[in-house]
T-cell receptor, first 116, second 112 residues
Framework: GAVVSQHPSRVICKSGTSVKIECRSLDFQATTMFWYRQFPKQSLMLMAT?????????EQGVEKDKFLINHASLTLSTLTVTSAHPEDSSFYIC????????????FGDGTRLSIL | GQNIDQPTEMTATEGAIVQINCTYQ??????LFWYQQHAGEAPTFLSY????GLEEKGRFSSFLSRSKGYSYLLLKELQMKDSASYLC?????????????FGPGTRLSVLP
């Protein structure tokens, strides 16, 4: 069964709206989580990494004031796209890692964000 | 720097065998993962290699050569549902070994 729950699965909203995406690990405590963005026919692009209780580390070119990440607990992380614009339309995917070098990342189902 | 390379697209016939290659150069190595991703869905884990050699899991096998920075995913008895993107990912040593570097993905089309 699913180990990561991501909501909502799809969002369509007007330009200028702020959108919050929630990601929960269901049956393990995750020390590290990742947020990715994926454009059509492209691979996953890492946006930021965060460890529980500390600030997220953003990849180069990703605006921390635009993409707010809160990793408040070991089971919940949120990504808020503030004042979204059409160019922010993309597929956003969260994932958790709970340590152990042979453990894969566990991905959420993704959120398809469409800004009109 | 970090670099992972895969072929962009491949095509194969139902029932055949296909090999998807991956080469990598990363800052440290803590394992290599293969994921399958269908369009519009999240990636799903297929296999993990940390030691040299072949790991077999049903119709899927994955091979690793650390000295060559090379891996491949072998898919046997191809089915139409295997049409998807296949992502190679390396766990490097950044962030206490928690970081994953993803390749660009290989889009596989299985034809009848």
């Amino acid at each position: 069964g699913a180990v990561v729950s991501q909501h909502p699965s799809r969002v369509i909203c007007k330009s200028g709206t702020s959108v919050k995406i929630e990601c929960r690990s269901l049956d393990f405590q995750a020390t590290t989580m990742f947020w990715y963005r994926q454009f059509p026919k492209q691979s996953l692009m890492l946006m930021a990494t965060s460890n529980e209780g500390s600030k997220a580390t953003y990849e180069q070119g990703v605006e921390k004031d635009k993409f707010l990440i809160n990793h408040a607990s070991l089971t919940l992380s949120t990504l808020t796209v503030t004042s979204a614009h059409p160019e922010d339309s993309s597929f956003y995917i969260c994932s958790f890692s709970h340590g152990g070098y042979n453990q894969p990342q566990h991905f959420g189902d993704g959120t398809r964000l469409s800004i009109l | 720097g970090q670099n992972i390379d895969q072929p962009t697209e491949m095509t194969a016939t139902e029932g055949a065998i296909v090999q998807i290659n991956c080469t990598y150069q990363t800052s440290g190595f803590n394992g290599l993962f293969w994921y399958q991703q269908h369009a519009g869905e999240a990636p799903t884990f297929l296999s993990y290699n940390v030691l040299d050699g072949l790991e077999e899991k049903g119709r899927f096998s994955s091979f690793l050569s650390r000295s060559k920075g090379y891996s491949y995913l072998l898919l046997k008895e191809l089915q139409m549902k295997d049409s998807a993107s296949y992502l190679c990912a390396v766990r490097d040593r950044d962030n206490y070994g928690q970081n994953f570097v993803f390749g660009p993905g290989t889009r596989l089309s299985v034809l009848p």
